[in-house]
């Protein structure tokens, strides 16, 4: 009202800096715990998702398919929560890049819903970001497209090393979609936007059999071992494994 904007004109300077700090503060905290408390209300998964088949840690997977909530400290943040947002929307822009440029891109089935498979009797499931059906290429169709983000720093790794070796776990879900979605003939279109200078990495990744078969055989093995009330074993013989201190289930891991 005019009686609170008067006042707020007629502070000093000084008071004026310290009560928009305050209020930043107070629209920081609002917007983060909105983003927070909706995370958690999300439904969790209870499968195995085909993107997270490729960690190293089997135990860590069985975690999350468990449904084990992580350590009080390892929770997802607002600003990480951001991070994957705005990978879905990106993602978004790069199909529109693809698709301006007259590939026949399909993102989502006839229901509107995104192409994926299915496998045990949804115990295993994987959903993927699209299909290449053709375009003004001669290349061969038609093709998985997987599509992520990174910092600069993993941009250039994905340049130096390939998708194999900088990120095993993305090499795994691309075999795995690849094997269920019966897209094996043709080599994946794997694109990585750089988040900090907006260029974009492609790689085309021939079918890995092998691959696949692991990642479907290590399922198998998570599924068997829960069902049978065993926990697998951890990836590392210590918590001060790289993987293990930055894993969202340490410290429930190394209590047991």
Known sequence: ??????????????????????????????????????????????????????????????????????????????????????????????????????????????????????????EIKGHIDGVICGGPLKAEYPMLWECKSANDKKFREFQIKGVTLANPVYAAQVALYQAYMELTDNPCLFTVLNKNTSEIYYEFIPFNKALAQDISDKAVTILEATKANELLPRVAQSRDYFSCKYCEFQDTCWSN
Request: a neutral charge; one cysteine or more.
């Open 1 to 122: 009202n005019k009686n609170s904007i008067d006042y707020f004109l007629n502070m000093s300077t000084s008071k004026k800096i310290q009560n928009n700090e305050l209020m930043n503060y107070h629209f920081e905290q609002v917007i983060n715990k909105t983003i927070v408390d909706k995370n958690k209300s999300e439904p969790k998964r209870k499968y195995l998702g085909g993107s997270m088949l490729g960690d190293k840690c089997a135990r860590k997977i069985q975690y999350i398919y468990q449904g084990q909530q992580p350590d009080e400290d390892k929770e997802f943040n607002a600003q990480t929560l951001r991070i994957f947002q705005l990978g879905h929307e990106l993602e978004n822009s790069m199909a529109g890049w693809i698709r301006n440029a007259e590939f026949d891109l399909r993102t989502l089935d006839k229901n509107g819903e995104q192409f994926g498979f299915s496998i045990a009797d949804d």
